[in-house]
């Protein structure tokens, strides 16, 4: 199964931080392959997510 993630950015915020860790967990998990979209580019959380594997 394909799962997107759409948010505003990756700023550092409660609802980024939470999409940040299920889309980890979903990868890990095998459940999904899992991508990040955002409507804005760059934010605190983007080196993050990258660095976690996930496609943003």
């Known amino acids: 199964m394909k799962v997107v993630h759409?948010?505003?950015?990756?700023?550092?915020?409660?609802?980024?931080?939470l999409v940040l860790e299920l889309a980890r967990r979903q990868k890990e998990s095998g459940s999904a392959d899992v991508s990040l979209a955002c409507?804005?580019?760059?934010?605190?959380?983007m080196k993050?997510?990258?660095s976690s594997g996930l496609s943003v």
Do not use: H, T
């Not at 409507?39 to 959380?45: M, P, T």
């Open 6 to 17: 759409v948010l505003r950015s990756l700023e550092f915020g409660g609802a980024e931080k």
């Open 39 to 45: 409507l804005k580019d760059g934010g605190l959380l």
């Open 48 to 50: 993050e997510a990258l």
